[in-house]
T-cell receptor, first 116, second 111 residues
Framework: DGGITQSPKYLFRKEGQNVTLSCEQN?????MYWYRQDPGQGLRLIYY???????QKGDIAEGYSVSREKKESFPLTVTSAQKNPTAFYLC???????????????FGDGTRLSIL | GQNIDQPTEMTATEGAIVQINCTYQ??????LFWYQQHAGEAPTFLSY????GLEEKGRFSSFLSRSKGYSYLLLKELQMKDSASYLC????????????FGQGTTLQVKP
């Protein structure tokens, strides 16, 4: 079955530590996105990538980094510079925006990150 | 600026009808999406509107008025499993596919 896999489901970070969240998709989508969700709030865009080897900052990119070396994979690193990393992180993918029409973004099951 | 407003919480009774409103003010518009999200889970796609009018999909319908910057999601014959958050999102005109999300409406369905 095609879909988006995020791992791990739960992650704990120590002070001063970088952690990496995995996102893999087998939907053959070109575009991938990372969102952060805080309790009672909507999704905020961290980074997005429209094609391999290219990515752009979203609205809240500070303290985060990404890479897009393969079409299927878009890992997110939460660096020690992100002072308030506790949140629910969601990865999404979609077909190229230019032809998206009514095609939605598809989401993974999320990673919940907490501070130790 | 970009702004999408939804009520924070709503309560309805099993078997009833509920309407969740969404108003938006964005620099561009290229479609509006509704997603359902159960607590701790991924959002799942419900509906899409790009032209004015009503789109119906079983128990769920969504309406759009572009001139008013307004949409609503209508849920009929409510079931307990409909208790979830409902997210309204607008796709901007930038050709990046970016979505701007409202804060979500948490719906509680009571027996």
């Amino acid at each position: 079955d095609g879909g988006i896999t995020q791992s791990p489901k739960y992650l704990f970070r120590k002070e001063g530590q970088n952690v990496t969240l995995s996102c893999e998709q087998n939907l053959n989508h070109d575009a991938m996105y990372w969102y952060r969700q805080d309790p009672g709030q909507g999704l905020r865009l961290i980074y997005y990538s429209q094609i391999v080897n290219d990515f752009q900052k979203g609205d809240i990119a500070e303290g985060y980094s990404v890479s897009r070396e393969k079409k299927e994979s878009f890992p997110l690193t939460v660096t020690s510079a992100q002072k308030n990393p506790t949140a629910f992180y969601l990865c999404a993918s979609s077909i190229p925006p230019q032809g998206a029409g009514n095609q939605p973004q598809h989401f993974g099951d999320g990673t919940r990150l907490s501070i130790l | 600026g970009q702004n999408i407003d939804q009520p924070t919480e709503m309560t309805a009774t099993e078997g009833a009808i509920v309407q969740i409103n969404c108003t938006y003010q964005t620099s561009g518009f290229n479609g509006l999406f509704w997603y359902q999200q159960h607590a701790g889970e991924a959002p799942t796609f419900l509906s899409y509107n790009v032209l004015d009018g009503l789109e119906e999909k079983g128990r769920f319908s969504s309406f759009l008025s572009r001139s008013k910057g307004y949409s609503y999601l209508l849920l009929k014959e409510l079931q307990m499993k409909d208790s979830a958050s409902y997210l309204c999102a607008v796709r901007d005109m930038s050709n990046t596919g970016k979505l701007i999300f409202g804060q979500g409406t948490t719906l509680q369905v009571k027996p």
